[in-house]
Each structure stands twice: as structure tokens, then as C-alpha cells.
């Protein structure tokens, strides 16, 4: 029985495009007649560019599989060839094979590579070998071959290198070659199936389009990329049927269509009739009707369109949203820029909806303005958050947006689900984003920052390319590092090639695929609101940092900074940051470095919000008076119900109202601050005594910091300025200063350095004594070490562990000079040494003359600013 044909021309000749209708084969000998419809063109000009093919006998649709085949030609001269290219893939074991395909349309030129589409009957995946060769036939015939690589709808790819001449005059004179796949660089890619897609313009005069026309398909499970429908022949034309070959993975029975085309010109409109889409493997068939304009001056005047499938057990209803944007109130907040609006359900998105026509403002988006819009879309079930934000095209772009309310069409306005934002998209302003996702208020979670949202699966793909706008676009990729702190993951996608019109295949955007996944430190996300207070003067432009303390840890020194003008007079910032999980919040260490003019800061009060699992009670509905009799007996059951563990978001308030400046108040620059909630927690004050040995050269110059640990934190670094004496650390002498901070219980340590400025840094410093004022008990922190560059090992800071008093003493009663070797062990018995060795690159000029620090962070603690290195200059 005859069940397939190739057929197809050799590409010869002034007019070798072929239009064929159908073939008709009469087996006289079993008196069989076959007819194999072709319907389509073979000629590399038209169409899909195809001119041979695999028809099926009786077969009214395509049936084809489509294969990737990219052929690489080398990168040495004279590696290009005119001649015709032929291909052979030969299955599994050698059993099957695609039989002999020419690979027109290609260039071969050097350093180039050519993508070829194949369609063939077969699943020829994976491949055993493959044969690659040419006619031999004009000028410059020889053809030097890089590699083969190959690609089928499995996601299977396979490398065939080569990395030899196909040439008569070259190497061993052969013109075909068996090439060996290199199994090492093989790859799994998403697996995509492939789909026959039948569009059907309308005969309305006037009803086809020259515009480029996007395709998206929905499914139960997922969605497919935006995929741009391409053909060399004229498409879209009034009354023609258009056939595509698509790709799209597995993602369940298909729910919906969108459809577009991106011309916003008054001769670009397009009347679509239907949509067919079949799987070809299945033969698993939609259908989506249309009948209706794309064009801006028809019918509700979109450009896109959304159509439910229609079929067996498929009940899918159009309807239409009414999103209202309203702008802020604030100074320029309005903007000229193309707005665009994703609204995102369980059952799906409408996609990105250029926000044209506004229902009641002929000015859309101006200060204050609350402009209205018509979203036809498949329904999206319940409502959880929406995508918003603009192009950044023109003057004055930015925006402030207050909040997004969506509701169906012909609900009551008191139905809409607000979403609110509150923020500028401006590059300029705040984090300098200019999309923003947003979640409702009932949902509320972190004032719906999108970091909160992070999608809870993994990355497996990316999608990455570039506008190939502006001279010199092109653009060699080498790798794609994202890091997502909130789930403790890093993911490395390698690419290793251009992304250029001129360069390699010509692609500007191209599919990535993560090589290695790994794990980093996990962070959460934390909400940090600052009031600054009303008062004069209150405002500061110097860099405020913020460190948070939990029952579980403490965060990193953060820094509070965006694009805008932050920390004005009566203004309140809202920050977003990620830190360690330091479980219930008990402080917070805030302040600034004093930098700028004016750096003076009056600050009223800080929140900190962050997420948190508790017992949550449902809402008790209203009921009537006959129903509350009938649950009366219910109560008693209801009332020690726990309730649910959901996420909540937990609120912590940390009170101020006073001046972080140097010339007001106590001079300090930086403030602890208790939570409001938590009563375990009391100020304290540290009286701290710092001597300075009696040798020649003791005392410094420099600027000296200490942070004191205890049992309940730390106080962090801070600088000791105010002292007994006007001239600080001197040969002999005790300074005493007084730190003031949330109680700290039993000290465990402390961490003296300097910052080894000014001519006379070296500084010996013999001992720290510091008088807690709550317990009134004194802590002994012996020394009696060099904290110099030139002196001793080198360091600049100490980490120092308190000893008994009678071990202080020691020397008065045994009158005898205690060993510095003995306190160095007892130290060493509370500690622990690291060694550490750092390797400066062989690069020219790659030493440093500046001093470089490393800070170690572990689970409990780390190490500050302490590790100092001085020379850098050599190679080790």
C-alpha cells in the first residue's frame, strides 16, 4: 500500500517556484489509484520557503513534524560555498532515515549560521548520525563545515561537529561527510509539539492587513509564547486562508486565543473570520470564531482580540473589565506615556492592553485624573493581582500612580477589587521601575510589592534579545546570572554567542536554558516605612542605614535609598529590602553617616512589616435573628475553634520623635529603638573605659569604634567621640564614654578597631572596662595589643572576650607582670582563629596600594569590618 511521497525540484532555472495542487499515482499493477492533495508552493520565495515535501496519501491537512537543523560554517577564509547543500538524518540504530533534503534559503557564508525548518513524516529523534554534503557545482564550491546542530519538537538537542573541508582541493578531497554526534553537549530543552494553524480572513472589501500579526494560546495549565506569524507570501489578504507551523508545549486542553497585530495606522485594519488550531500528532482540533474588525477606527476600535475555543465540553464566555487608573495627586505626577495594563487571574491574563481610549477623559493619565477603560478578554476567573506600567517614551514620562480598581462591565462600582500602588513608576523616582505588580487590598501583603509575588516554581527557560535599535546593536551574550534571595537560589544560564543581524545566524533574541541551579543564602522581604517629623529643618540629604534585630538573628547594615528625594520635612518613604528571617522583631539600629549639608534629621517614628504564619479566625458573617437561635449552641464550639495557619502580614512600630544630629540633643547620629509590642526589652546605659598602654607611641589619632555584644545583640559600630578628656587615647591615659542602647544582658564580647587615618594611627591599646548600669556589674576586656599596620600581626581591629576580675588583679596580689602570652591563650580558649588567604589576578596593575577588608558572615555572627589586609601587591 502506498502510503507517503516526496516530491519536491532541484531550484534550476529563471522561474523555478511551483505551485502544486495535488499528485495522483495509479498503481496499474493492483489497480490502486492514490491522490495526495499538496496545495501549497514550492519555491523558496513563497510560502514557507519550502520546495520539497512529505505528502500523505488522502491526507486533507498537514501532517508534517517540523525539525531545527542549524548548520555552522567555519570561521577561516574561504570557508563559504555557493554550492547546494544537502542533508541525510539517520534515526535510532540506522532503521529510518529522512532520505536526501536540500537546505535552501541558506547563505554558508563564514562565520555564519543557517537555521533550517524540515518537515518530515517521521520522528526521527534521536539521531544515530547524519550526512552532510553538497554537488560540488560552481565558483567557489569548497565548503568548510563547522558542526550540524539538531533540534526536534522533543527538546532534544543534539551537536554533530565537523570541523572539516568539503572540498575536492582540501584535506582528503571528500565532499560528503557521516558526521558522529559529540554526546557531552547534548542538552534537554523544553519540549514543544507541534500544531497546524489555519487563519481565515473575511471577504469584507477591504478586510485583509499588511501588519505583523501575533498569535498567544492559552491553556488548563499554562500559556505559549507570543509567537510572530511569518511568510514569505503575501498573508492576510481578503478572503485567503493562511497555514502555520507552530510549536508550543503541553500545557492541557486549550482555553482561549489572543490575537493582534501592533500597526495603529488607519489602513492597517483587519476583519478575522476564524482561527483553526490542530495538534499534529493527535490530531486534537479547536476552533475560534472571530467575525469581527482589528482596526482602531471599527467596531470598539482594539486591535486585538481574545476568542474562546469552541468544541466538545468547552464552555468558555467572553466578558468585559472596567479598569479604572487613578493618578496621583502629587506635583508631575502625570505622564504622556503609552500605559499598559495585564490583569492576571486563576484562569488565566488578558495580556499586556495599551491603555488607548479612556471612557470619560479626552487627556488620559493626567494629575489626579481617574480614567476609565473597556478590557474584552476570556473570563479570568477570581482576580489576583495586575501588571501596570508604561514605554518611557517622551518628556516627562513619569508617573505617580495611586491605585487600579477593576470590576466587570454592569457591576455595581462597589464590586471592584482595588488594587493599590501609591508609587512612581519613573526612572527617576523611587527604585526606578516603571512596571509594578500589584496585588488587592484584601490580599494586602507587604502594600503589594511584586518581590513579595515571586513565582513559587523554577525557571526553566528565559527568553532574552534586544531591539536592534542604534548603531552598532549587535551584541555578544555571554551569560545570564539571576539570583532569587526569597527562595534561596541562584540560576546560571550560559549563552556563548551573538545576538546580531550580521553575526553568526542573525538572531536578535534567542532561548536560554539554565546550566547549574544554586543554593544561596535565603532572604524575606521586609517593608520598611520612615516618617520623617514636621518640624524645621527637619529633612536630611545624608545616607541613611538601618539595621533590624529579631529573636532569630539580625539583618545585614542596610542602606535606605531610592531615586527620589528622600527624608524631606513631614514626608513619609516606603522602602523595600531583603534580609535574613530574623523572626519577631524586637529593634531596630537607625541612623545616618553625616554626610551632606544640613545632615541634621529629625525622625518621627519607623514601621517594619514582614510576613509571618498565625492562627487566623474566619469572618463571622451576618446572620439573621432565626439564624443566630439556630447557632446559638454552636458558640461555645466556635470560640475555642484556633482558626486557620495562614501568611499574614505582621506590623512592627518603633516610636522616635527626636533629632539624630550632632548639634542637637545628646549629638548622636544613630538611635536604637524598641518595638512597641515588645515589653521584654529596656534601655540601658554602658559606661565604657578605654586605656591606652603606657609604652612610647601608644596613643592614636585616628578615629576609634567599638561594638559591644551581648546575650540579647549587639550595639553596633559605633564611633567614640564624647570623652573625659579633650585629646583622646593618649600614652597611659583612660578615656571614658557612655553608649546608650537597648539592654544588651550578659556582655559576651567586644570589637574594638580604628580606621588608621591621620600621621600617628598605631595605637596600643592595654584594656576596655565597661560598667553596665542596669546590673551595675563591670566587665574586664585585657588587650595589652598593637592595633597598627606596622606593629604586632598588622591589625587594625580586636576582638576582645572578657576575663574574671581576679585575673585583672593578678598582678597586685602575685606582684609580678602578667604574660601577654598567657592572656593571648586565655583569649584563644573563648575564640576562634580563621586563616585566610587571598590570591590577587596576574594582571597587569592587578595589586592595590588601598586597604582592603573582608567581612566573614556566619550563622550566629560575623566578623565586621575587622580583617584588614595591607599588602597587595604581589602574587601569592
Known amino acids: 500500500i502506498l502510503r507517503k511521497i516526496t516530491i519536491g525540484h532541484n531550484n534550476k532555472g529563471s522561474s523555478a517556484g511551483w505551485a502544486c495542487d495535488k499528485v495522483v499515482v495509479d498503481d496499474m499493477g493492483n489497480k490502486e489509484v492514490y491522490e ?9 520565495s513563497e510560502g514557507d520557503g519550502k520546495i520539497q515535501r512529505d505528502v500523505l496519501a488522502g491526507a486533507t491537512q498537514p501532517m508534517a513534524i517540523v525539525y531545527n537543523v542549524q548548520v555552522m560554517t567555519g570561521d577561516i577564509r574561504g570557508a563559504g560555498t555557493n554550492s547546494k547543500i544537502h542533508f541525510v538524518m539517520h534515526g535510532h540504530k540506522g532503521i529510518k532515515n529522512s532520505g536526501k533534503l536540500f537546505l535552501e534559503g541558506g547563505t554558508f557564508e563564514r562565520a555564519q549560521i543557517d537555521i533550517f525548518n524540515v518537515e518530515l513524516l517521521e520522528l526521527l529523534s534521536p539521531l544515530s548520525r547524519v550526512t552532510i554534503g553538497h554537488d560540488n557545482a560552481g565558483i567557489s564550491c569548497g565548503w568548510y563545515c563547522e558542526k550540524v546542530l539538531y533540534c526536534p519538537f522533543t527538546g532534544l538537542e543534539q551537536v554533530f561537529p565537523c570541523g572539516r573541508w568539503l572540498d575536492e582541493d582540501e584535506g582528503d578531497g571528500l565532499v560528503e561527510r557521516e558526521l558522529y554526534e559529540m554526546v557531552s553537549l547534548r542538552q534537554k530543552k523544553q519540549k514543544k509539539f507541534p500544531w497546524s494553524l489555519w487563519i481565515w480572513t473575511s471577504e469584507i472589501k477591504g478586510a485583509g492587513t499588511d501588519a505583523q500579526v501575533f498569535v498567544q494560546v ?25 497555514k502555520f507551523i507552530i510549536e508550543m508545549p503541553d500545557f492541557g486542553k486549550i482555553r482561549k486565543l489572543r490575537i493582534w497585530h501592533e500597526k495603529r495606522n488607519p489602513f492597517s485594519g483587519w476583519h478575522l473570520g476564524r482561527v483553526t488550531l490542530m495538534k499534529t500528532l493527535t490530531r486534537e482540533k479547536y476552533s475560534f470564531v472571530c467575525n469581527r474588525w482589528l482596526d482602531i477606527n471599527e467596531d470598539d476600535n482594539e486591535i486585538i482580540r481574545e476568542l474562546p475555543a469552541t468544541g466538545k465540553l468547552v464552555t468558555i464566555f467572553v466578558i468585559k473589565y472596567r479598569a479604572t487608573i487613578c493618578t496621583g495627586n502629587v506635583s508631575g505626577s502625570g505622564t504622556d506615556a503609552s500605559v499598559y495594563l495585564n490583569i492576571i487571574g486563576d484562569l488565566g491574563d488578558t495580556g499586556e492592553r495599551l491603555m488607548f481610549m479612556s471612557k470619560n477623559n479626552a487627556n488620559k493619565f493626567e494629575k489626579g485624573n481617574h480614567d ?37 462591565e454592569g457591576q455595581p462600582e462597589a464590586s471592584s477589587i482595588e488594587f493599590p500602588c501609591y508609587r512612581w513608576l519613573d526612572r527617576n523616582e523611587d527604585d526606578g521601575q516603571i512596571v509594578r505588580e500589584l496585588v488587592p487590598t484584601d490580599d494586602e501583603i507587604l502594600s503589594n510589592d511584586v518581590d513579595a509575588h515571586i513565582i513559587k516554581y523554577d525557571i526553566n527557560r528565559m527568553l532574552i534579545g534586544h531591539t536592534n535599535e542604534g548603531l552598532r546593536a549587535g551584541w555578544f551574550l555571554d551569560s545570564v546570572q539571576i539570583w532569587v534571595p526569597v527562595h534561596g537560589v541562584q540560576y546560571m544560564f550560559p549563552s556563548h554567542r551573538w545576538l546580531c543581524k ?26 520598611v516605612t520612615v516618617v520623617t517629623g514636621d518640624v524645621w529643618a527637619a529633612g536630611t540629604n545624608a545616607n541613611i542605614f538601618l539595621q533590624i534585630y529579631g529573636e532569630a538573628g539580625k539583618t545585614e547594615l542596610i542602606q535606605l535609598k531610592s531615586r527620589s528625594n528622600n527624608f524631606e520635612r513631614g514626608t513619609t518613604e516606603i522602602f523595600r529590602i531583603e534580609g535574613l528571617d530574623v523572626g519577631r522583631v524586637y529593634k531596630i539600629r537607625i541612623g545616618h553617616d553625616g554626610s551632606g549639608i544640613g545632615a541634621g534629621w529629625f525622625l518621627e517614628k519607623v514601621d517594619v512589616k514582614r510576613l509571618v504564619m498565625a492562627m487566623v ?7 439573621d435573628k432565626k439564624d443566630k437561635k439556630k447557632k446559638k449552641k454552636k458558640k461555645e464550639e466556635e470560640e475555642e475553634s484556633p482558626g486557620v495557619l495562614k501568611e499574614v502580614v505582621r506590623t512592627f512600630s518603633f516610636p522616635c520623635g527626636r533629632w539624630l544630629a550632632r548639634d542637637e540633643e ?21 559606661e565604657v573605659h578605654v586605656f591606652t598602654g603606657d609604652m612610647l607611641g601608644a596613643g592614636t589619632d585616628a578615629s576609634v569604634y567599638i561594638n559591644i555584644y551581648g546575650e540579647m545583640g549587639d550595639t553596633g559600630e559605633r564611633k567614640l567621640r564624647k570623652s573625659n578628656h579633650l585629646n583622646k587615647f593618649e600614652r597611659g591615659q583612660e578615656d571614658v564614654f557612655t553608649i546608650t542602647g537597648m539592654d544588651l544582658g550578659p556582655l559576651k564580647k567586644l570589637r574594638m578597631r580604628h580606621d588608621n587615618k591621620q600621621p600617628n594611627a598605631a595605637w596600643y591599646l592595654d584594656r576596655v572596662e565597661i560598667f553596665d548600669g542596669k546590673e551595675e556589674t563591670m566587665y574586664f576586656f585585657p588587650c595589652q595589643r598593637w592595633l597598627a599596620v606596622d606593629e604586632d600581626d ?32 586565655e583569649q584563644k580558649a573563648m575564640s576562634t582563629t580563621f586563616t585566610m588567604k587571598v590570591k590577587t589576578g596576574e594582571k597587569k596593575k592587578a595589586g592595590t596600594d588601598a586597604n582592603v577588608y573582608a567581612i566573614l558572615y556566619g550563622t550566629k555572627d560575623d566578623t565586621d569590618h575587622s580583617i584588614m589586609f595591607q599588602i597587595f601587591m604581589q602574587i601569592y
Open 36 to 44: 495526495f492533495p499538496v496545495n501549497a508552493w514550492f519555491d523558496i
Open 218 to 242: 492559552y491553556g488548563e495549565t499554562g500559556k505559549s509564547d507570543e509567537m510572530k506569524l511569518e511568510s514569505k507570501s503575501d498573508s492576510f489578504e481578503q478572503g485567503q486562508c493562511d
Open 372 to 408: 476609565e477603560f473597556l478590557v474584552e478578554a476570556v473570563t479570568l476567573g477570581q482576580i489576583k493581582r495586575v501588571r501596570i506600567g508604561h514605554d518611557g517614551r517622551g518628556g516627562g514620562c513619569g508617573w505617580f500612580l495611586d491605585k487600579v480598581m477593576i470590576r466587570e
Open 502 to 527: 550580521d553575526e553568526a545566524d542573525g538572531k536578535v533574541e534567542v532561548e536560554i536554558y539554565p546550566s547549574e541551579t544554586l543554593e544561596i543564602e535565603k532572604l524575606i522581604n521586609y517593608e
Open 617 to 623: 479566625k474566619p469572618e463571622k458573617k451576618e446572620e
Open 666 to 686: 545628646d549629638g548622636e547620629i544613630l538611635v536604637e529603638l524598641r518595638a512597641e509590642d515588645y515589653e521584654d526589652l529596656e534601655e540601658n546605659s554602658y
Open 794 to 825: 598588622g591589625q587594625l581591629g580586636r576582638e576582645l572576650v572578657p576575663v574574671d576580675e581576679a585575673f585583672m588583679k593578678r598582678d597586685e596580689d602575685e606582684e609580678e607582670e602578667s604574660s601577654p602570652a598567657q592572656l593571648g591563650l
